[in-house]
């Protein structure tokens, strides 16, 4: 197990390695660092000036290098936007998208897991039909609409929950519910494929023939090797909730690392995008590593292998 999660560590460093050096190219190279700070009127002479001073006339792979070695330092740079620590600015809006990426998270798996098993223990049926139909209209409804309309219904019209912000639990349950539901049919088909395929399978036939039905039977038998693949599943869309907050962040006015990619974005702020974007894949390979080796321990299998 050891040397399995050695492995799989090492080429997530590699791949981490790979996407800092593809992120800090394209950053630099889609756009004049330099120009970004002067602004557009800015006269070519103070242009100049600006990229003497930050270095930006420098070549560039001494210029990621230097990048690099401040990540290891922790050290991101100093944001153009805002004339603060990269770092205290992003580690200052992370909890909040942390808390809304489990909360949407934990809808998903509320909402997928159960339409799943009973979609499967009651397949061609007005209960799957039912199922797979949820499943669709998630995938189909943009986030900014639905969105739009929870606000409308629950914090307008009923004025159950807040319009926005995130200054308590309450402000989460709107946009978590947002964020959550795109996900809910890839975790909910993929369920019901794995439970369907697990449900045929001798050892199933052996667990009802001593007795074993309904939730027994799921909990104990059926559901460990059916979640495999959900577990891949889930672990990529926590880093898709992480990462991709950025319209729920925006429209329930939620102050997390989605709303100020867009304002830095907006703002031309280099430093504090690199860092973001640097960030938000790193989440990616993590949770793609997680993934492995949880398979990896239900799965014995997979060590083998």
């Given amino acids: 197990m050891l040397k399995y999660s050695l492995k799989r560590l090492s080429l997530a460093v590699a791949v981490a390695v790979i996407l800092s050096f593809v992120t800090f190219l394209l950053l630099n190279f889609a756009t004049d660092p330099a120009q ?11 242009v100049e000036q600006i990229r003497k001073t930050y270095g930006f006339d420098r070549p560039f792979l001494v210029r990621y290098a230097e990048w690099a070695g401040g990540v290891l330092r922790g050290d991101f740079g100093e944001s153009y936007y805002w004339n603060k620590p990269v770092a ?11 808390l809304l990426a489990f909360m949407s998270i934990s809808v998903t798996i509320i909402i997928a897991l159960p339409l ?15 199922a797979l139909g949820v499943a669709v209209s998630a995938q189909a409804i943009p986030n900014f609409w639905l969105g739009l309309i929870m606000i409308i219904l629950f914090a307008v019209t009923w004025q159950i929950f807040p319009v926005s912000g995130d200054s308590s639990l309450s402000h989460f349950v709107l946009p978590s519910f ?11 088909r993929l369920t019901r494929t794995g439970m369907l395929d697990v449900m ?24 460990r090797n059916a979640i495999l693949p959900v577990i891949s599943v889930l672990a990529v869309q926590l880093g898709h909730k992480f990462a991709g907050s ?8 939620i102050n997390g690392i989605g709303r100020l990619a867009l304002e830095s974005i907006l703002g031309s702020d280099i430093p504090t995008v690199q860092m973001l974007i640097f960030l938000f ?25």
């Fill in 200 to 223: 045929e399978s001798d050892y199933i036939r052996t667990a009802r023939a001593k007795g074993y039905r309904g939730f027994a039977l799921v909990r104990r038998h059926a559901l």
């Fill in 178 to 188: 947002v964020l959550g539901a795109s996900s809910v049919p890839a975790v909910m």
């Fill in 116 to 130: 799943g098993i009973v979609a499967a223990f009651r397949p061609n049926t007005a209960i799957d039909r039912m």
């Fill in 246 to 253: 950025v319209i729920t962040e925006t429209i329930f006015a």
């Fill in 36 to 46: 970004a700070i002067a602004g557009e009127d800015a006269e070519p002479e103070v």
């Fill in 281 to 305: 894949a790193i989440v990616f390979v993590a949770m793609n590593l997680l993934a492995d080796i949880l398979n990896a321990v239900l799965d014995p299998r997979l060590r083998i292998a």
């Fill in 88 to 98: 205290e600015i992003v580690m200052n809006r992370t909890p909040v998208t942390l």
